[in-house]
């Protein structure tokens, strides 16, 4: 369950490859894997792939605690989270029912994609049904029928819209969090192939040997 068994890695260099004014930048980065625990038994090899993990901005999970009127005392509470089946919260686990303690921070931070995947008629259906305005009501449930179907594509398609946008754009939505989690996707990670070996490649800093990977 990330963050605890997600190594955080130092960035020790980074460099832009991409000239001034690219339409997509692109960057060299040398992670420090110095004191990457042992007994994890990994095996770093040319060709191989490590996946790196993003954690949610702070600000835009704090935006989605605010907009489900979460109060602040409860945000890093410790709660139980039981799953019927499934991998969920990670994609490292088992597919079967679990209980795990966590806190709501934590789902929403390393577990919850809340900005790439774009919404889904599960999640405009738990907003409709939540919904105490009419106006709200009448448009998530268009967007989730048949007759919506070209608006729900377009919505879909269109400027992209995140978690937190969505739910400030319903904000008499007042649904349950597990609702909510129930329709997002899991965080995943970005797997990169390893294009040096890290206990060849190092550099001498601070009187010490560091390990980096490219």
Known sequence: ??????????????????????????????????????????????????????????????????????????????????????????????????????????????????QYYPPTKPLLRVLAEHASEENEKKILTFLCSAEGQGAFCDFRTGPHMTISQLLNAFPSSQHPLDELLSCLQPLMPRFYSLSNDPHESYQMRDQKQHRLIE
């Open 1 to 114: 369950h990330p963050p605890y068994h997600v190594y955080p890695a130092r960035i020790h260099t980074s460099r832009e490859l991409t000239k001034v004014g690219a339409e997509k930048r692109t960057y060299h980065f040398d992670l420090d894997i110095t004191d990457y625990p042992v007994e994890d038994g990994t095996d770093f090899k040319v060709g191989g792939a490590i996946g790196v993990m993003a954690p949610n901005c702070d600000i835009v999970v704090d935006d989605v605690l605010d907009a489900l009127m979460v109060p602040r005392f409860q945000r890093d509470k410790p709660v139980l989270l039981v799953t019927s089946k499934g991998r969920w919260p990670t994609v490292w686990c088992d597919d079967q029912p679990r209980e795990l303690v966590t806190t709501r921070r934590d789902l929403l931070t390393w577990c919850t994609d809340l």
